[in-house]
Every structure is written in C-alpha cells, then in structure tokens.
C-alpha cells in the first residue's frame, strides 16, 4: 500500500517539494517536506514513496540513490481540453 502525497496541481510535484533528482529514463524523483521537520521522496515513475525522515541529509541520499536505479518512465496525465 503506497502513502497519499498531496500533489501541487500547478506543478504537478508534491506539496513542498524542495528539491527534484531525474532518473534513469527521465522520471522524477521529488525530495519533499510532508510535515514540518520531516523529509521524504515521491518517485513519480514508479509511485514509490519513502518514509519520512529527520535529516534531510539522509532523505536525499535515498532519493538521488533511487533516481540513479529506477527505471521508470513517468507518464504525463492526459490534459482534456473544457468544452
């Protein structure tokens, strides 16, 4: 079961994204404060979410280290014009 990250609808990235890490094929990795304090990642290729952490230091060896082996293509949502 994966966690709910509440996602900025104008960028498309997570809620206090402070710092995004491109993957293998080009999906983004979004290092991300959940709450104050606390830091964590979104691949938004494959879906995967960290836990949250303390130190930023150690959210963002995780998320540059996820970005360097996932494999993912991240797949735009599909814009449907207003009629």
């Known amino acids: 079961m994966s966690k709910h990250v509440p996602m900025n609808p104008e960028t498309g990235l997570p809620v206090g994204?402070?710092?995004?890490f491109l993957g293998v094929f080009k999906a983004r990795v979004a290092l991300?404060?959940?709450?104050?304090g606390a830091m964590a990642w979104h691949?938004?290729?494959c879906g995967q979410v960290s836990q949250n952490h303390v130190f930023t230091a150690a959210a963002?060896?995780?998320?540059?280290?996820?970005?360097?082996?996932?494999r993912s293509i991240e797949l735009?949502?599909?814009?449907?014009?207003a009629v």
Do not use: I
């Not at 994204?17 to 995004?20: D, F, H, Q």
């Not at 963002?60 to 996932?70: G, L, Y």
């Open 32 to 36: 991300f404060e959940p709450q104050p």
């Open 17 to 20: 994204t402070v710092a995004l």
């Open 43 to 45: 691949c938004l290729g």
């Open 76 to 81: 735009k949502p599909q814009l449907t014009a």
């Open 60 to 70: 963002r060896t995780e998320a540059n280290d996820h970005a360097a082996r996932c």
